[in-house]
């Protein structure tokens, strides 16, 4: 932060009137700051009156410049070209940019973007309103950290992106506190991104069109605290990770999903492309829709939705219409999540369907499958089925494939098995050497498809995975 006399804008031959181009003013008020290590002040427009420019302010060194307010003062940019920033605070001249600090103004650029902050660290925004713009700020650079953000607000006319970190590798530590992002994507963290330590708390993601929060770079460590969403029209928020990245240490805690414009899109999604998602803990969290209508899941896995914990949720929809996750996965523990009209029972999300039995003991047989029922509880799925068996000779051993779901490697799991015949067997697996069901009888010997002939075999195996 800069200290002394601040100079007033208006001292340079700004005069916020409108209708003067004042770009030239307020540059070189700039300048001469950041020369003299002086702090620029921005005083109150008059109403309907703004600060006009027509060319991209640049900051290229530390400095402190404030407004009265958000509310009272207004900087417009015209005539700016997609690709340009009203505000462009760039270090990359001077190589480090430390310890500025700028807040009490709103920014409009019209066919441009509101502000970059490029290679700027240990810097504080705040009390800036940002709309009618293509993209709100834009954060960049090898040399971006330990900045915060507070009472950042992004609202109407945002086309783009409210606050979008990309090609950025800096280091870690960026905080977000009492902030708003809308327009089409909330927050996002492009695939070229390599970040550390990014935090929200208290954040409003409001009307984003496509999703409130996406990200597919590289982040260690990222949490949502006390944070809210409201009609969003796709994934609140994505977490999508592209080739080589990975995000790891996700935290939601204390948020609020309210008032989804999709009542069966879900709130939150892990992975889903060939980056990975490690360690989420998504707890104590509330999820609202209209009408008590929320009929979709709290948390989405895909293909590296890997480990976490999803715990102690209200989903205001019922039982039947909604559920914590989508689907239950070893190392994913799901439990004391409750519906408005009760609690998932028991403790696990149950997950119930059908599966497919097939031949698999080589001998290509068809197999009529009278019924085929799972259930999974955490990594604990037991399996039935009753299937009848064509006339057949083939001595090969009896083999069931078409399992739900993978068994634990050097697992044995074993299961209570009847046939039409009378005789008793036992279903088992040992998937050192085999993922699917064999049959022994009572010696202790693998039983034959020929033994099974036109025959009914029914059995129910329970097993880890």
Known sequence: MITGAPVNVLDFGAKGDGITDDTVAIQAAIVFCENNILPLYFPSNAVGQFYKTTAPLVVSKPLTMTGENSRNVTIVAVDLTVGQFLL?????????YEQGEFGGFTLLASAG???????????????IVLRDSVNGIIYTGTRCYSNTFERIIVTGGISGVSFQMSAHTGGGQHSFSDCSFGG???FSISNDTFVDSVNFYNTNFEQCLVNSFFAAGYVRGLGFYGCRTEGCDGIDFNIRPTTG????GIVFEGCSFVASDNGGVPRISFGGDVGLVRGFNVNSNSVGHGGNNFSSFLVQLNGDG??????NNFLDGTLANCAPV??????VAVYNNEANNGKFSPGFTLQTSTWTPIDASGAGLT?????????????IVTASAEIV???????????????????ATNTIAVGATASTNGAQFTAYIKAATSNFVNFKNESNAFVPNSSISTGTITFTLTYFV
């Open 88 to 96: 462009d605070i760039d270090g990359t001249t001077f190589g480090t």
């Open 184 to 186: 089409s994507t909330g």
């Open 367 to 379: 197999l009529t499958t009278a019924y085929s029922t799972y259930s999974r509880v955490g990594n």
């Open 389 to 407: 068996f064509p006339a057949t000779a083939n001595a090969s051993n009896i083999a069931i494939g078409g399992l739900p779901f993978a068994i």
């Open 245 to 248: 990245n990975l995000i790891s």
């Open 326 to 331: 989508n689907t239950l996965r070893s190392n």
């Open 306 to 311: 890997e480990s976490g914990t999803v715990a």
């Open 113 to 127: 973007n509101c502000m970059r902050v490029k290679n700027a660290s240990v810097s504080k925004f705040s009390d």
